[in-house]
């Protein structure tokens, strides 16, 4: 019930920020590789924590049981997979400070080589045919 309009926001958004010549857009997607819209992005950035770092997160959280825990991890993708398939890895294990350094140096890059020209997909601006301002790269010498 809720995806539809997920999906028709995110569409609205694309829209706007194509025919304001938005240069760079960042979506949150938590199931990127599960529902395949990592198809859709010209970059993926992944959010990454060491997995005893993570456990102890989520588990912090109220109502969150080791069951609970389980479960949601069996319907993800597991976290090896998903750094092997970004373009961008931050890393959130070593503090807030540190992952908010490798976001500033990831907009720094993507800013960088757009030189002018727009990241949003063209056919969000009615264009058409699925065209890309800029076409989807794999820059893994920026990983960290």
């Not at 990454?48 to 825990?69: D, Y």
């Not at 961008?88 to 757009?114: H, K, S, W, Y």
Request: proline share 4%; with cysteine; aromatic share 6%.
């Amino acid at each position: 019930m809720v995806h539809p309009l997920v999906a028709a926001r995110r569409r609205g958004f694309l829209w706007a920020a194509a025919r304001r010549r938005t240069r760079l857009v960042v979506l949150d997607i938590p199931l990127l590789f599960e529902t395949g819209m990592e198809r859709e992005c010209d970059w993926v950035a992944v959010v990454s924590a060491p997995a005893a770092v993570q456990r102890a997160r989520v588990l912090a959280r109220p109502g969150m049981t080791e069951a609970k825990f389980a479960a949601i991890l069996a319907q993800q993708t597991p976290d090896a997979h998903k750094r092997r398939r970004a373009d961008f890895l931050i890393p959130t294990g070593g503090g807030r400070m540190r992952a908010l350094r490798r976001i500033e140096d990831i907009v720094r890059m993507l800013r960088g080589r757009a030189r002018g020209r727009t990241l949003v997909r063209r056919r969000w601006a009615g264009r058409g045919g699925g065209a890309y301002a800029r076409g989807r790269a794999r820059y893994r010498n920026y990983r960290s």
